[in-house]
């Protein structure tokens, strides 16, 4: 055969655009950015992640809540003699403080907030870079119109990101450390959803003008027609996903997710051969999270304390170890056959070896204020089953069961969890402030339960250096004030005993209210001051870290009308250099006020003089 020398090369521009060549390329090429960045912020996690090892708040949840055999109760543990603090509070001179200073106030640019948004400057700038990344892999060197194929290969490049930050144990939140939970990931599912079902329906559409354009069936074929059943799929996930189905109708939005994603699955792998190699790892994520689930799970005996019509309290007794302070479960209640709907609760007590409360059953402790379906019904259940038990106690002649007194339902729960926690460690900051709104005090309750357990039962084994606490807490009414105000007075009196130590603990409490009514049935709380006004947290923060303010501390709870209180005032000062912590739960209003104040305080540069400001918010919306 004769030798026709070597074939020529076809210039690039000439050569056709080989979509199955180059666009997987491209996915590969996204694939090694986001990984990339995201070992970036688990490498920076990486100090705070060995801290909570050391100090036992990592990975001591990790499978589940544990329960004692040995049936003992509540003992008091003295308070060590010595039980100063391993680590002194320290100022970095020279170079190094500024050093600090700068990055505390470049760090407080992320803290800052915008109404109805939802997210924080750290977290749009996170979905920014995220949304740039994708437009690019998308449109260079890319014939979109004429071969939409790129957009198709990285909406299939979102199926590992979508499902890593949307199971509730996921890997990166055993890496970021306690605080960084399904909860504080999952912007970052919604939104990598939403950019598979731009990227689908990018791909999609110039897809179908293509076939309009050239007169060809938009349907008939397999690939086209399961093409078009994902992009439905995807579409119904997408807006059923949206924030007012969420909201209003919770139990459909949960079911067609579930279904619609599988459904999902099926079609794209028959529309595409491309698709398996990135339905795998997500198979993985939620193979694991299910396994999770399952060694996590529990069933335990329990009982409901209906407190008036407003809030239902949850006893688990003799649980005794395996959560945290400020992690929430996932709690089912067996009654009236509403065995299927789960619901997540913030856990208001510490471990019983560390928790203060005295006058609640000893265990793990829930709060669910009646104010949807599933609450409503809970307390309705709860208030009748209790009137029916006092009508049996006065046909038998029991006298005993009064109004006045509590009556405990028994029932049987299932626990899935814990998950969360409180990413700020009070024990590391002399100051530290916890805002609640309504029943956001089921988060900072357990968490003020855990600091002062730590620092006056416990002795401050771990080196807490916590000195001074103000805790506020911000109601519509005073009566809301009992669902709460019997732990509150364990807690207070708890830290009212540690006045005579060598390290004593100072803890003030705010309650405001903003409804005048019954201000008389305000409980004796020691060092607590009642204001009939909606407060600043902002002003809060700024008084409490005002150094020129007098200490002047009360025994017994006072009522005011006005904003003169200064919790700065109630608190003995701290010298600068101790640090101050800032934990706030409630509705999204009070944590983007939250946010802010902080922005501003690390801003101004006070923030650096305090020796640094750390900030935890917990929010629950759907």
């Keep these: 055969m004769a030798d026709t020398g070597t074939p020529p090369v076809i210039p690039i521009e000439f050569q056709q655009?080989?979509?199955?060549?180059?666009?997987?390329?491209?996915?590969?090429?996204?694939?090694?950015v986001w990984s990339s960045a995201l070992a970036f912020f688990v490498v920076l996690s990486l100090p705070y992640l060995v801290r909570s090892i050391r100090n036992g708040r990592a990975y001591?949840?990790?499978?589940?809540?544990?329960?004692?055999?040995?049936?003992?109760?509540?003992?008091?543990?003295?308070?060590?003699?010595?039980?100063?603090?391993?680590?002194?509070?320290?100022?970095?001179?020279?170079?190094?403080?500024?050093?600090?200073?700068?990055?505390?106030?470049?760090?407080?640019?992320?803290?800052?907030?915008?109404?109805?948004?939802?997210?924080?400057?750290?977290?749009?700038?996170?979905?920014?870079?995220?949304?740039?990344?994708?437009?690019?892999?998308?449109?260079?060197?890319?014939?979109?119109?004429s071969n939409s194929n790129r957009a198709g290969f990285i909406a299939l490049a979102q199926f590992p990101i979508v499902f890593l930050f949307a199971t509730k144990n996921s890997i990166v939140s055993l890496l970021l450390g306690p605080g960084n939970g399904y909860e504080k990931l999952?912007?970052?599912?919604?939104?990598?959803?939403?950019?598979?079902?731009?990227?689908?329906?990018?791909?999609g559409s110039l897809w179908i003008r293509n076939h309009l354009q050239y007169d060809l069936p938009i349907l008939g074929q397999q690939k086209e027609t399961s093409g078009v059943a994902s992009l439905g799929l995807l579409g119904v996930i997408v807006l059923t996903s949206l924030r007012p189905v969420r909201r209003f109708c919770y139990e459909i939005f949960y079911i067609i997710h579930m279904l619609s994603f599988i459904a999902f699955f099926v079609t794209i792998c028959y529309h595409t051969l491309y698709a398996a190699p990135y339905i795998f790892p997500p198979m993985a994520f939620y193979g694991l999270d299910i396994l999770m689930r399952m060694v996590r799970h529990r069933i335990k005996d329990a009982v409901l304390v209906p407190i008036g019509n407003q809030m239902t309290l949850i006893h688990v007794p003799y649980a005794t170890s395996g959560w945290i302070a400020g992690q929430h479960v996932r709690l089912r209640v067996f009654f009236s056959g509403r065995i299927f709907e789960s619901h997540p609760l913030s856990i208001f007590?510490?471990?019983p070896d560390v928790s203060c409360i005295t006058s609640m059953p000893q265990g793990l402790s829930l709060g669910a204020r009646a104010?949807?379906?599933?609450?409503?019904?809970?307390?309705?259940?709860?208030?009748?089953t209790a009137s029916e038990i006092r009508t049996l106690s006065d046909e038998k002649g029991a006298h005993h069961v009064t109004q006045e007194v509590p009556v405990e339902i028994p029932?049987?729960?299932?626990?899935?969890?814990?998950?969360?926690?409180?990413?700020?460690?009070?024990?590391?900051?002399?100051?530290?402030l916890l805002f609640a709104?309504?029943?956001?005090?089921?988060?900072?309750?357990?968490?003020?339960?855990?600091?002062?357990?730590?620092?006056?039962?416990?002795?401050?084994?771990?080196?807490?250096?916590?000195?001074?606490?103000?805790?506020a807490w911000c109601v519509r009414s005073f009566g809301s004030i009992d669902w709460f105000a019997p732990a509150l007075m364990d807690i207070a009196n708890v830290a009212a005993s540690s006045s005579t130590s060598s390290t004593p603990l100072d803890l003030h409490i705010s309650i405001?209210?903003?409804?005048?009514?019954?201000?008389?049935?305000?409980?004796?709380?020691?060092?607590?001051?009642?204001?009939?006004?909606?407060?600043?947290?902002?002003?809060?923060?700024?008084?409490?870290?005002?150094?020129?303010?007098?200490?002047?501390?009360?025994?017994?709870?006072?009522?005011?009308?006005?904003?003169?209180?200064?919790?700065?005032?109630?608190?003995?000062?701290?010298?600068?250099?101790?640090?101050?912590?800032?934990?706030?739960?409630?509705?999204e209003g009070l944590i983007r006020e939250a946010a802010n104040a902080v922005a501003r305080i690390q801003m101004s540069g006070r923030g650096g003089e305090l020796g640094g400001v750390g900030l935890h918010t917990e929010i629950f919306t759907l």
């Design 17 to 32: 655009y080989n979509s199955y060549l180059v666009d997987p390329q491209w996915q590969r090429k996204f694939s090694i």
């Design 60 to 145: 001591s949840t990790l499978f589940g809540i544990s329960e004692g055999l040995t049936g003992k109760e509540y003992a008091a543990i003295s308070v060590s003699a010595n039980g100063t603090s391993r680590r002194r509070s320290t100022v970095s001179p020279g170079l190094a403080r500024q050093a600090e200073k700068v990055m505390g106030i470049f760090g407080s640019i992320f803290y800052w907030m915008l109404p109805g948004i939802g997210l924080n400057a750290g977290q749009i700038l996170i979905i920014t870079g995220y949304i740039v990344l994708v437009v690019l892999c998308i449109v260079l060197d890319a014939p979109l119109v």
């Design 186 to 203: 999952n912007f970052i599912h919604r939104w990598s959803g939403r950019i598979m079902f731009l990227g689908a329906v990018l791909h």
């Design 349 to 351: 007590s510490a471990p």
């Design 371 to 384: 104010i949807g379906d599933w609450t409503k019904a809970l307390n309705q259940y709860a208030l009748q």
């Design 411 to 432: 029932v049987q729960v299932m626990l899935d969890g814990p998950y969360g926690g409180c990413s700020v460690d009070l024990g590391h900051y002399e100051t530290a």
């Design 437 to 471: 709104g309504g029943s956001g005090i089921t988060f900072t309750l357990g968490v003020l339960d855990d600091i002062v357990g730590r620092c006056v039962r416990k002795g401050r084994l771990n080196g807490e250096r916590t000195k001074r606490i103000e805790f």
């Design 512 to 587: 405001y209210v903003t409804c005048l009514c019954n201000p008389e049935a305000v409980l004796p709380i020691p060092n607590c001051d009642v204001t009939i006004i909606r407060p600043s947290v902002y002003r809060v923060l700024r008084d409490l870290t005002d150094p020129r303010k007098p200490a002047s501390k009360g025994e017994l709870p006072t009522t005011h009308s006005d904003m003169n209180v200064n919790v700065g005032s109630k608190l003995p000062c701290v010298e600068d250099g101790g640090g101050l912590a800032v934990c706030a739960s409630g509705p």
